[in-house]
Nanobody, 125 residues
Framework: QVQLVESGGGLVQAGGSLRLSCAASGRTSSSYTMAWFRQAPGKERLFVGRIRRSGGSTLYADYADTVKGRFTIFRDNAKNTMYLQMNSLKPEDTAVYYC???????????????WGQGTQVTVSS
């Protein structure tokens, strides 16, 4: 079992920044893919970005087109924590943000085995 706890959400004005954290505990592994998804009211859960290990110790991150260039994912393996740095926030970024962990996660929610409880991000115009 893996437990995930997100934090760092809140209310911010358009153009502002927030940093979300996802602390993992339990049977974690540095080889797992960690990802961020978001879900707006009445909408489906959408991929934001993920970070995964490839070819040994190298970490790669990829992002949804809607956040590319504005959001950055990074990971501190020593702390078992993943971060989502969000810059140039827009009102359409408003959603509940979830972190997820999977042994081979891709951009689809079902490919992840463990989920956090979510943290609300609200961007005012």
């Amino acid at each position: 079992q893996v437990q995930l706890v997100e934090s760092g959400g809140g209310l911010v004005q358009a153009g502002g920044s927030l940093r979300l954290s996802c602390a993992a505990s339990g049977r974690t592994s540095s080889s797992y893919t960690m990802a961020w998804f978001r879900q707006a009211p009445g909408k489906e859960r959408l991929f934001v970005g993920r970070i995964r290990r490839s070819g040994g110790s190298t970490l790669y991150a990829d992002y949804a087109d809607t956040v590319k260039g504005r959001f950055t994912i990074f990971r501190d393996n020593a702390k078992n924590t993943m971060y989502l740095q969000m810059n140039s926030l827009k009102p359409e970024d408003t959603a509940v943000y979830y972190c997820a962990v999977g042994s081979n996660g891709d951009r689809r929610p079902p490919s992840y085995d463990y989920w956090g409880q979510g943290t609300q991000v609200t961007v005012s115009s």
